[in-house]
C-alpha cells in the first residue's frame, strides 16, 4: 500500500489555479487561500463552531451578491451610465450545520435565496429596468443554477 502524498502545511505552496482549504486542530476553523488571499471561515458556536468567520454558505451567497454587484458595474460602465453604487443582498433558509447532520441520508442545501438590488445614481426608469435584467447574468448565478459537478483528479 502507498503512502498518503505529504501536503505542505503552508498557505503560499497552494498551487496555482487551486483555491485550497486547511482545517486542523479539532476545531471547524478554516483557513481559505485563493489567488494569494487568505480568509478564516468558522461555523457559529452554537453549533460547535468558534464563530471567527463566515460559514461556507455565507461564502457560496456572498459569492453570488459580489458577482451580481460587480455584473452591474461593469455593464454601467460599459454603458456610460451613472452608477454610484450597486448593493446587493442575498438571505437564505437554510443551515450549514442542519445539513451536514443530514448529508449522507437526503438531499441538502440552499434550495431558494432572495434579491434586494439597491442602484444608486442618478438613473432613468429604463436603466434601472435593464440593470435588473442584467443582475440575472451573473456568472457565478448561473453557474449554480445550470449544476456544477465536482470530481476527483
Excluded at 505529504?6 to 476553523?29: E, H, K, L, M, Q
Excluded at 457559529?44 to 458595474?73: F, H, K, S, W
Excluded at 453604487?85 to 450549514?96: M, Q
Amino acid at each position: 500500500m502507498s503512502s498518503p502524498t505529504a501536503v505542505s502545511s503552508s498557505p503560499a505552496a497552494a498551487r496555482p489555479g487551486w483555491i485550497t482549504a486547511r482545517t486542523g486542530g479539532g476545531s471547524f476553523r478554516t483557513l481559505l487561500s485563493a489567488s494569494g488571499h487568505d480568509l478564516v471561515l468558522d461555523e457559529p458556536p452554537n453549533v460547535g463552531g468558534g464563530g471567527e468567520g463566515p460559514t461556507p454558505y455565507d461564502l457560496l451567497v456572498g459569492a453570488i451578491a459580489a458577482c451580481t454587484a460587480m455584473t452591474l458595474r461593469m455593464y454601467a460602465a460599459r454603458k456610460g451610465w451613472p452608477l454610484e453604487e450597486a448593493i446587493v443582498s442575498l438571505r437564505e433558509a437554510s443551515s450549514h450545520a442542519a445539513d451536514c447532520e443530514r448529508c449522507e441520508a437526503e438531499d441538502v442545501g440552499v434550495r431558494r435565496l432572495e434579491r434586494e438590488i439597491e442602484l444608486v445614481g442618478v438613473l432613468d426608469d429604463e436603466q434601472r429596468a435593464r440593470l435588473r435584467t442584467i443582475a440575472d447574468r451573473c456568472p457565478v448565478k448561473q453557474t449554480l443554477e445550470r449544476g456544477l459537478r465536482v470530481v476527483d483528479v
